[in-house]
């Protein structure tokens, strides 16, 4: 008997689960396709259809394919280049979904490029990524999920529950691979030293930090290195990679100042824009350059040596847990590894 009132409970908690993924949309824009898909997969899900083009004007015109009204909505579209575009495809599904009277519209953002911009640094100059968090909600995000922004404080921005996640896991799994002999962790600024130092505790190796001063958006110079990396075997973290110019000077820094022997590049979102390309493949000293599927890549900003890693699972897992109402906090991009005690 008891047996099978244990039976019972299993199936019904079963059945309210396959209740709650029923009563889940997702859609995508037109920045990720390939990425939304994976996410839905993860799911068991299917990408419902969007009708996405532009008026000769240059406006957009969008429709969701599907009702909306009280299902749990998920948008999936990272600002990544078009990034106004993709802003503006983004700002416009929201407002639709939340005028179809769906339950909770919540923007799945894997690369939420305004986060660069989370300070007063200069006259006259607008904090975009606070502004941007701003008019999300007001489009009508109930909740946001992204992964690895540029600036933690950028969190903080929004007033709606937000999910900051980390694809610590993927790079770990990854990295454990290789041979990492007389291999130092190297975080390219001291902003950084804190995100490379989780990596470097799960990978059980040291970390040094450059000394970087930002010129331009494509120019920075390295004046010093604060650790010991000479004649050492390098892994470079950065959040993400865009010209390539903070990857391109720290390394010619180490290999003239440290003699360092091969160089493992790694950033969670690989942007690859202007000179990227050109400037990484000049780096023969690099052994891989590896980055996660956040933004999609075509194959003319793919530089040689490229390692792309899927984290799909990772925000279909995050969805899930906010389905079922349950803990994301092992998935958070500052938190702990372990508690603190």
Known sequence: MTQDKTTTAAETASHSKDTALKNVLMFSGSAHPTLAKSIADTLGLEVSPTTIRKFSN????????TSVRGKEVFIIQPLSPPCSDNLMELLLMLDI???????????????????RSDKKDAPRISIAARLIADLLVTAGATQVIT?????????????????????????????????????????????????????????????????????????VAITGIMGDVKGKNIVLVDDEIATGGTITEIVNFMITKESIRK??????????????????????II????????????????????????????????IRRNVHG????????????????
């Open 263 to 284: 160089v493992t590049v790694v950033g969670t979102h690989g942007l690859f824009t202007g000179p990227a390309v050109r400037r990484l493949n000049n780096l023969d």
């Open 147 to 219: 992964m690895t922004l540029h600036s933690p404080q950028v969190h903080g921005f929004f007033n709606v529950p937000t999910d900051h996640l980390t694809a610590h896991s993927v790079l770990v799994d990854y990295l454990r691979k290789k041979d990492l002999g007389n291999t130092v962790l190297v975080a390219p600024d001291v902003g950084h030293a804190k995100r490379v130092g989780k990596l470097a505790r799960a990978l059980g190796l040291p970390m040094a930090a450059g000394q970087k001063i930002r010129l331009s958006d494509n120019d």
């Open 97 to 115: 979904a939340r005028g179809g009277s769906a339950k909770e519209v919540c923007a799945v953002i894997p690369y939420y490029s305004y986060a």
């Open 58 to 65: 240059d406006d957009f015109y969008i429709q969701l394919g």
């Open 326 to 341: 349950e803990s994301v906090g092992s998935l958070f991009e500052f938190w702990p590894i372990s508690p603190r005690r």
């Open 287 to 318: 052994d891989e350059i590896i980055v996660t599927n956040t933004v999609p890549l075509p194959d003319d900003r793919r530089p040689d040596r490229l390692v792309v890693l899927e984290v799909g699972r990772i925000f279909g897992e995050v």
